[in-house]
């Protein structure tokens, strides 16, 4: 019987599953959330032993100091462009309602793949007006 799947090394998400790439030939573990991949493991003529072995690599899987460094650059980018659209509204007052509605979509979209608290963070940390109006 073959392990489960661990939860995501990147996002740290449950939504994991196996799949087979396009002509059936190999077999991986997908995060269906972030979408990283695991190794691409051979089916051959084993499906069952391909299938642990792909589940085995996923499970024993780091992230990357490369994936931190990327976070760190995503992070810091919605963290920046959040304050400037804050500055902006701050300007237009028409325009506060319409900064509030993008602040909770993109806080949606941020805390579904575990980005969000790192926004906030980065936000308060460089933003602190922008912060305290709008989180």
């Not at 509605?101 to 906030?120: C, E, N, P, Q």
């Amino acid at each position: 019987m073959n392990p489960e799947p661990s939860p995501c090394p990147f996002c740290a998400n449950h939504n994991v599953k196996l799949c087979h790439d396009a002509s059936g030939d190999h077999v991986f573990v997908r995060c269906q959330t972030c979408c990283a991949r695991g190794p691409e493991v051979p089916a051959g003529n084993n499906l069952a032993s391909a299938t642990g072995q792909a589940i085995t690599l996923w499970n024993n899987h780091t992230a990357s100091p490369h994936w931190q460094v990327a976070n760190d650059l995503i992070t810091s980018a919605f963290a920046s462009d959040l304050a400037q659209h804050a500055r902006i509204a701050s300007t237009h007052p028409k325009l506060v309602a319409n900064t509030r509605d993008a602040f909770d979509r993109v806080k949606a979209v941020m805390s579904a793949v575990g980005l969000w608290d790192s926004i906030v963070q980065k936000m308060r940390q460089y933003y602190p007006a922008e912060a305290e109006k709008y989180l």
